[in-house]
Structures are given as structure tokens and as C-alpha cells.
């Protein structure tokens, strides 16, 4: 039983350049979270997904793009990188709103 | 603007001792509250959770305090192990809203 499956791992980028983050989840959850951690931030809320076919902006949308592909899958894509997104990119899902996330092992992304 | 603060990055205890975390939040719509803790290279796992209706919840060596008034949480641990290092996250939640905001984490070291 896998949980909640992020890929890549690591991934550098230069700036301008594209890249998704792929997240799936075996554990037949509705609600899916793409969070990013910086120091001394603790963990922000780029978009969520409260169910399949709905997608809304989290606290810090702006740069990304997410797709609800089936209930499984959740997608982060950055169209163009910036420094500013070099951070430590966490998919997370929960049962239902408002209660324990299950998170994947993390996509340490650094743009250069 | 954090409304979730963990003002302590770090914290320093002596393996069989108590370890006491802080969080405070500014939102007094927030009514749900969550501990995770992280370990390096991993994604946050779920540690305990504490409703507004309750001031206290235990489980095992975590217990959770709840000062409504105060708009404090704490997490104590107690006897603290080696395998308890980590970095502790509070996370808060309001029903109008749904999804959780974090605190910036703090940096627990357990030793011998």
C-alpha cells in the first residue's frame, strides 16, 4: 500500500523552464492538497482539490496549475520557473475537508 | 499574514523529560487543530488532533492543550524519546474555510 506517490524526487530547473509535479494516491481519498515548504514558513497551500473535477486556489496560487485528472491523481505544473518557486513541494490527501492529511515524501524542486 | 505562529524554531531536551511546544493562532474562527511531525527527507505524519469543544486530548505519551481565551495550543511529550527528534508542525482549521494553516514548525532534539 504505497499511500500518496510524489514524483520526481528532485529536479533541478533553469529558469523559464516547465516541469509537473506528479502526485497519486491509492488510498480512494476525496480531498487532494499541493503544499509548498520554505524555511521558516512551515507548509502553504498552492491549490487543493475537494473533489474530482473541482480544483480551488490555496494561499499561494500564483505561478501554478493544477490538474484533477481522476480521483487518483492531482497535478502541479509551473509554466515558467522562477527562483521564487525553489521550495520543498508536499501532495497531501484527506478523507474528506478538515481532517488528518496523509502526505507524500516530498519533490525538493530548486531553480536556478 | 500567519495567523498559525510557532514561535520556538527549536527545542532542546533531555531523553525521559517533558517537552512542551507552543502554538498560538490570531483567527478566533479557527476551531479544529492538528500536530504533525516531520522527519528529514519525509513527508509530515499525523501526531494528534484537538477540537474547540475540548481542552484537552491524550494519546499515549502526546497530549494536546487547548486555551481557547488565550488562543494557545500546546503539545507535550512526555517522557521524550530519541526517535521523538524531529520538526513538530501545528496546523489550524475553521469551518468556514475548510482547509488547515500551518505554523512554521519547530525543531525538536531529544538527547541521551
Known amino acids: 500500500n504505497a499511500g500518496v506517490t510524489q514524483t520526481p524526487k528532485f529536479q533541478v530547473l533553469k529558469t523559464g523552464q516547465s516541469m509537473t509535479l506528479q502526485c497519486a494516491q491509492d488510498?480512494?481519498?476525496?480531498?487532494m492538497y499541493w503544499y509548498r515548504q520554505d524555511p521558516g514558513m512551515g507548509l502553504r497551500l498552492i491549490y487543493y482539490?475537494?473533489?474530482?473535477?473541482?480544483?480551488d486556489k490555496g494561499e499561494v496560487p500564483n505561478g501554478y496549475n493544477v490538474s484533477r485528472l481522476n480521483k487518483r491523481e492531482f497535478s502541479l505544473r509551473l509554466e515558467s520557473a522562477a527562483p521564487s518557486q525553489t521550495s520543498v513541494y508536499f501532495c497531501?490527501?484527506?478523507?474528506?475537508?478538515?481532517?488528518?492529511?496523509?502526505f507524500g515524501q516530498g519533490t525538493r524542486l530548486t531553480v536556478v | 499574514d500567519q495567523q498559525v505562529k510557532q514561535n520556538s524554531p527549536s527545542l532542546s531536551v533531555q531523553e525521559g523529560r517533558i517537552s512542551i511546544l507552543n502554538c498560538d493562532y490570531t483567527?478566533?474562527?479557527?476551531?479544529?487543530f492538528l500536530w504533525y511531525k516531520k522527519y528529514p527527507a519525509e513527508g509530515p505524519t499525523f501526531l494528534i488532533s484537538?477540537?474547540?469543544?475540548?481542552d484537552k486530548n491524550e494519546d499515549g505519551r502526546f497530549t494536546v492543550f487547548l486555551n481557547k481565551s488565550a488562543k494557545h495550543l500546546s503539545l507535550h511529550i512526555v517522557p521524550s524519546q530519541p526517535g521523538d527528534s524531529a520538526v513538530y508542525f501545528c496546523?489550524?482549521?475553521?469551518?468556514?474555510?475548510?482547509?488547515?494553516?500551518f505554523g512554521a514548525g519547530t525543531q525538536v532534539v531529544v538527547t541521551p
Open positions: 484537538i477540537s474547540s469543544i475540548k
Open positions: 497531501a490527501t484527506e478523507a474528506s475537508l478538515r481532517t488528518e492529511a496523509f
Open positions: 482539490s475537494a473533489s474530482e473535477g473541482t480544483t
Open positions: 483567527n478566533s474562527m479557527f476551531d479544529y
Open positions: 496546523a489550524a482549521s475553521a469551518d468556514s474555510w475548510g482547509k488547515f494553516q
Open positions: 488510498m480512494n481519498h476525496n480531498s
